[in-house]
């Protein structure tokens, strides 16, 4: 049985609208974020199918024919995902309303977040499973040469977002900015975040927090680094994640070489202290 209904909340209506006319979203892990105060709510449209479960119920399939393109669409989240090269597009904050958002409209975070493959690793790209619940994503392509394993949260920040390459040897995963966002050393943990500048407003119906992000490797190796542009060489194994918000600036050590079951046991969970915003942040050269 197909598990599918349709949105019906003007709320959510409107959300979604606002998210196409920012960014078309043709286009963070796993994907544990912190708790959003209005909730989330994946759907996910695949091959013209639009699957968004009941709350507190899920889907799970296997072995779906994924078409040309994948919607993903959340409250907080919106990404599209290119069959064609496996890679994520326009990556977009949409702003609704929460206290722990960092937009007050959709904006477009990460233009593209793309794995290098050759045509044979990508040849006979089928979904092997894909489980939708609430708030989450899980979604892996099965090539003729190996796998691709996309995590993802509906929530306004933390660990929301993650992409597991798996195949004979090593992947390079390239993450571009959309135009407005710069990587920027933050003056505060001496670390690499990414962001748009804007100060936090703290009251008001326009209140938000800070646009803060930093991309998060495991077992992964930074090969390029600029304003708008990192590339990583993952190993099997590895991954490749985004975080948001105060996990992306607390003072961490950084992640382990973990290769299995990672997200627990090098998650922060708020343990850590978190610096005051940076000021004037300044893009990479």
């Keep these: 049985m197909v598990h599918t209904r349709t949105r019906s909340a003007v709320f959510r209506a409107a959300i979604i609208a606002g998210a196409v006319l920012a960014g078309s979203l043709a286009v963070a892990a796993p994907a544990e974020a912190k708790t959003s105060a209005s909730g989330g709510d994946f759907a996910v449209t695949v091959g013209g199918t639009t699957y968004n479960p009941a709350p507190g119920k899920d889907v799970k399939l ?4 994924p078409g040309a393109r994948i919607a993903v669409r959340g ?12 890679g994520v597009y326009d990556y977009t904050l949409t702003g609704a309303p929460d206290s ?3 937009v007050t409209s959709p904006t477009v975070v990460f233009a593209s977040k793309v794995p290098t ?7 006979g790209a089928t979904i092997s499973r894909l489980e939708v619940k609430d708030d989450t994503l899980v979604v892996i392509f099965q090539t003729s040469a190996g796998k691709l ?8 920040q933390g660990g929301i977002f993650q992409m597991e390459p798996e195949f004979a040897g090593p992947v390079e995963l390239t993450h571009t900015l959309a135009p407005g966002v710069f990587y920027f050393v933050n003056s505060y943990t001496g670390k690499i975040n990414f962001g748009n500048g804007v100060d936090a407003v703290t009251t008001g119906a326009g209140a938000h927090q800070m646009l803060l992000g930093k991309d998060s490797p495991q077992v992964a190796t930074k090969t390029l680094q600029t304003a708008t542009v990192t590339k990583w060489t993952v190993q099997p194994g590895g991954r490749l994640g985004g975080v948001l918000g105060e996990d992306a600036i607390e003072l961490s050590a950084g992640a ?6 990672c997200q627990a046991q090098n998650r922060i969970r708020g343990s850590l202290p978190v610096p ?3 000021q004037n942040p300044t893009p990479l050269p």
Aim: with cysteine; aromatic share 2%.
């Design 149 to 156: 394993k996309i995590q993802a949260k509906d929530g306004a």
């Design 117 to 123: 493959l050759t045509a044979a690793e990508r040849a």
């Design 256 to 261: 382990t070489n973990c290769t299995s079951d």
């Design 276 to 278: 005051p915003d940076p």
């Design 75 to 86: 409250i907080h989240v919106g990404f599209d995902i290119d069959v064609a090269t496996l």
């Design 62 to 65: 296997r072995d779906v024919a």
């Design 100 to 102: 722990q958002r960092m």
